[in-house]
C-alpha cells in the first residue's frame, strides 16, 4: 500500500488549497475499507491530526483548530482522499501527510494507522 500526497506550496494568508492523496497498490474494494486521515508536523513538534472520515465519507471530523476551515473528503472510485483548506493562516503552515487506517470509523492518534505518505509542504506568509 503506497500513499502519496501532493497539491501542497507557498500561499498567502486567506488563500485556499486542495491536497490531494492516491492510495495505489489496493483494489478499489480495499480502499473503501480504510479510514483516511490527514495529519500535520512542523519542525520540532508532534505531528498533529487534522481531519479524519470514514470509509464510505458520509462522517469526517476535523480538528477544532481547522473547523469551518478545512474539509476532508474522498472519491472511492477513484482511491483518493483529499483536504481542502480555505482561509489560511500562519499557523497552517507545516508538513502535511495523509494516512490511512484499516479499520471501520474515524481515528485521529496517528499510531492508529497503518499506512503513511511522504508529505507534502504547506507554507503561508503573510
Known amino acids: 500500500v503506497q500513499l502519496q500526497a501532493s497539491g501542497g506550496g507557498p500561499v498567502q494568508a486567506g488563500d485556499s488549497l486542495r491536497l490531494s492523496c492516491v492510495v495505489s497498490?489496493?483494489?478499489?474494494?480495499?480502499?473503501?475499507?480504510?479510514?483516511m486521515g490527514w495529519f500535520r508536523q512542523v519542525p520540532g513538534k508532534e505531528r498533529e491530526f487534522v481531519a479524519g472520515?470514514?470509509?464510505?465519507?458520509?462522517?469526517?471530523l476535523p480538528a477544532d483548530s481547522v473547523k469551518g476551515r478545512f474539509t476532508i473528503s474522498r472519491d472511492n472510485l477513484k482511491n483518493s482522499a483529499f483536504l481542502h483548506m480555505t482561509n489560511l493562516n500562519l499557523k497552517d503552515t507545516a508538513v502535511y501527510y495523509c494516512?490511512?487506517?484499516?479499520?471501520?470509523?474515524?481515528?485521529?492518534?496517528?499510531?492508529?494507522?497503518?499506512?503513511w505518505g511522504h508529505g507534502t509542504q504547506v507554507t503561508v506568509s503573510s
Open positions: 497498490g489496493v483494489s478499489a474494494n480495499t480502499f473503501k475499507s480504510l479510514s
Open positions: 494516512a490511512a487506517k484499516e479499520a471501520l470509523g474515524i481515528w485521529t492518534k496517528e499510531e492508529f494507522y497503518n499506512y
Open positions: 472520515i470514514n470509509q464510505p465519507g458520509d462522517r469526517t
